[in-house]
């Protein structure tokens, strides 16, 4: 059994037994409430009042039990011994700094033992003899989990994001925070799983050398997380640098250094759902008020989710900033679409008025003149309407004085404004238009070409009209990119307010004080309407911003996703991080203008990361040979470690399933961990059928997916393949190459031109 998958063990074990526990205290809950309500029987008001209130109470923790149930544990960190033994009231210890003789040196070496560990969850759990299991990440005994980092640890030596399925512990992910101690838990050396265990490798080298990298790595990151939370933290690096988990762990500790700042939501965006599922290790949800949302660009549009991607020509048409300018088109030409009446009728003054097609044409055109959003123009298109038939039925010249003439003209508005006939014209002539519906009817290549016209090429017309197509009426079939897109019709298009209804009052609800005497039923329904209630909520969320946003592989966005993020900022402080290097965006100064329009005149604060400690010198080596291709003059990171395993190169040209399917079973006995198969594109859903049968340690993706993500060994097959994708293909194959900490297998298709050495063209 491997280190992670005993580590995933013990974690279960632990979660086991909490869940038993849980199930004991609902039970407890259950009781109270069924004990509680069963008295009826008593015989004064107060009486009366006490017992509901009991019911009340009980309810209500078992409302939050129930509701907190699933996915409970998140965290775990491993303290040193504390200043002093004093204990709060969840039964953890408040000491802050550990011990003057917590560290000790042995044989050359710096020694502690854990004395505390604790558990971090959704709400506090202690054991029958008031031991805590978990402990509340709100209470202040959390706060470490939180707040530590490698400059300052306190007494935290390792902390773990647990991450579960139901009941089920399906990984764990360490930072060591003090990868220079050799820490024993219960007599045994402190295991430590992924990042956390290249630092600790790091961490426990001889030599000073190898101390000074580490504490450079520490350092550089320390002033990243806790960096001032003003305008735009600007934060590059290369591949390994650790970006990513920097950034995240910024979000926690601001969110937990002002919380009343950040109530407003952080908002962490990634490029692709598989790098989401990382970011939910890292960052946690962090509890009940859903500070922190984490989506992929594919799921940031409310109510909308696509994980499928465009073809590279496809993805740069609507990924260009030129759609804004065709979208504010197709958003005005869709109201004149379909079967619209061509001839208003009604009755007025005992007689007939009509507008025909010319007039209403002049009208229609007259109300789009106005700069608000199409939908929110209905209101503008019926007072013109109204105009126009007032102005036709003669009625101005019969009031020659002014405040006549007004108060006449009002009441015709009364009249024909609220005259059925009148509200079903204007229901057909100028309906409500949904982006969903706009996007589809931009699948017509005529229609298209009319709104895209000295905009697009009539080549990307029709790859773009072919592409929106699949699009169905339910939401199917939408790819990331379609989602800037439908983001930014409904800017264009607007919400119509909808006309508030009238509450029912009860005669009873006059007494005064008879709104504050509540039944636990009417409590647990007004609960239930208040959880419905989230959804809306976080709609609400999408339309007036966030507080911070978090910007996870900045440099793959497009121009239109930015304008997307550079709606919900608005009022925000931002995080940014990237490398220009590994770009997949084809025109970056397009994006850097857009870039730059959604950030506004923010002041900026940048750092740099320079230390790659995710790849050997081996691994880093080759692919800095693809660096130089595709940006000569870029400086890749620093690699502080080498292992000695240099990559493997072979050739395949007649059978690249059977050399893939060789190569990863290799691995597979070579590493503890996970083989990632990178793959152009286009030979996803190929890719996943070699590798049939072989685990859940073995994953296929495609080039673009691989952003962010890391496995102990690679196989990257047919760089050229890859690197023939797009313009950016040769930044793609860069990231591709990055992504292991072990092991790198590169198979040369015939494409590749692999010299005697299996070595292809592009890595010689």
Do not use: C
């Not at 229901?427 to 706009?438: C, F, S």
């Not at 304008?563 to 590994?582: N, S």
């Amino acid at each position: 059994m491997d280190v992670r998958e005993r580590e995933i063990r013990g974690e279960q074990r632990h979660l086991d037994t909490v869940y038993r526990r849980l199930e004991e205290k609902i039970h407890e809950a259950e009781f109270l409430v069924d004990d509680a309500a069963k008295r009826f029987q008593v015989g004064t008001p107060g009486a009366l009042a006490e017992r509901d209130a009991q019911v009340y109470q009980a309810g209500r923790h078992l409302h939050r039990l129930n509701r907190e149930f699933e996915d409970f544990l998140f965290g775990r960190i491993d303290l040193l011994p504390g200043k002093d033994g004093v204990r709060g009231p969840d039964g953890a210890s408040t000491s802050v700094e550990p011990a003057d003789d917590a560290i000790r040196e042995e044989n050359g070496e710096h020694t502690a033992r854990i004395a505390e560990t604790l558990h971090i969850g959704r709400l506090g759990v202690l054991d029958a003899d008031y031991v805590p299991l978990v402990i509340d990440w709100r209470a202040p005994a959390a706060a470490p989990f939180y707040r530590a980092t490698p400059v300052d640890p306190g007494r935290v030596v390792r902390r773990r994001v647990i991450r579960s399925k139901g009941r089920r512990v399906v990984s764990v992910e360490d930072d060591l925070l003090r990868p220079e101690l050799r820490a024993l838990l219960d007599g045994d050396e402190l295991a430590v799983v992924g990042d956390g265990a290249l630092m600790a490798s790091l961490g426990r080298a001889r030599g000073h050398a190898m101390h000074d990298i580490v504490a450079s790595i520490q350092a550089e990151q320390d002033r990243v997380i806790r960096a001032p939370a003003v305008s735009v933290t600007e934060v590059t690096g290369g591949p390994g640098t650790g970006k990513t988990a920097v950034a995240l762990h910024r979000a926690a500790y601001l969110l937990y250094q002002d919380r009343r700042r950040y109530a407003g939501g952080i908002l962490v965006v990634s490029p692709t759902p598989l790098l989401v599922s990382y970011t939910e290790g890292v960052l946690p949800s962090l509890g009940e008020e859903g500070q922190v949302v984490i989506r992929a660009l594919g799921s940031l549009a409310d109510g909308v989710e696509a994980d499928s991607y465009d073809p590279q020509p496809v993805a740069r048409i609507k990924g260009s900033a030129r759609m804004a300018k065709v979208l504010h088109r197709a958003a005005r030409g869709a109201v004149q679409l379909g079967e619209r009446p061509d001839r208003l009728r009604v009755v007025a003054f005992g007689a007939r008025i009509e507008l025909d097609a010319d007039e209403l044409k002049g009208i229609r055109t007259a109300v789009l003149g106005g700069t608000a959003p199409v939908n929110l123009l209905r209101p503008r298109a019926r007072r013109l309407l109204l105009d126009a038939l007032w102005q036709k039925s003669g009625a101005p010249r019969r009031y020659p004085d002014p405040e006549l003439a007004a108060e006449a003209r009002e009441a015709f508005g009364e009249d024909v404004g609220t005259d059925s006939a009148f509200l079903d014209f204007l229901d057909a002539w100028w309906p409500e238009l949904t982006p969903l519906g706009v996007l589809t009817a931009m699948a017509d290549p005529d229609r298209l070409a009319r709104w895209s016209r000295r905009v697009l090429r009539p080549g990307e017309v029709r790859q773009l009209a072919r592409s929106l197509r699949r699009v169905r009426p339910d939401g199917g079939g939408l790819s990331a990119h379609d989602v800037a897109l439908l983001d930014e019709l409904r800017t264009l298009l607007g919400t119509p307010a909808q006309p508030a209804r009238p509450r029912d009052t009860d005669p009873l609800d006059q007494l005064t004080g008879l709104e504050e005497v509540t039944t636990y039923a009417e409590r647990m329904a007004a609960a239930r309407q208040e959880r419905n209630g989230e959804a809306g909520r976080a709609a609400d969320r999408e339309r007036t911003g966030y507080a911070h946003i978090i910007v996870d592989e900045a440099q793959d966005l497009t121009p239109m996703q930015w304008r997307m993020l550079g709606r919900r900022g608005r009022q925000a402080t931002w995080t940014v991080v990237g490398d220009p290097a590994q770009s997949s965006w084809t025109d970056p100064e397009e994006s850097a203008a857009e870039r730059a329009a959604a950030l506004g005149s923010r002041p900026r604060r940048s750092f740099e990361l320079t230390v790659n400690y995710r790849n050997p010198a081996e691994i880093a080596e080759v692919a800095s040979r693809v660096l130089a291709r595709a940006m000569p003059g870029a400086r890749p990171p620093r690699a502080v470690r080498a292992t000695g395993v240099e990559p493997v190169f072979s050739a395949a040209p007649e059978d690249l399933a059977e050399q893939a399917r060789a190569a990863v079973r290799r691995l597979l006995e070579e590493v503890e961990g996970t083989v990632g198969v990178v793959v152009a594109m286009s030979r996803r859903e190929e890719a996943r059928t070699w590798l049939a049968g072989l685990g859940d340690r073995v994953v296929a993706l495609g080039s673009l997916e691989a952003k962010g993500l890391e496995y102990d060994a690679t196989v990257v097959v047919s760089p050229a393949e890859i690197a023939e994708e797009s313009p950016a293909g040769l930044r793609t194959l860069y990231v591709a190459l990055t992504r292991a900490t072990q092991r790198l297998t590169v198979l040369s298709a015939a494409g590749d031109g692999p010299d005697p050495d299996g070595i292809p063209v592009l890595l010689r």
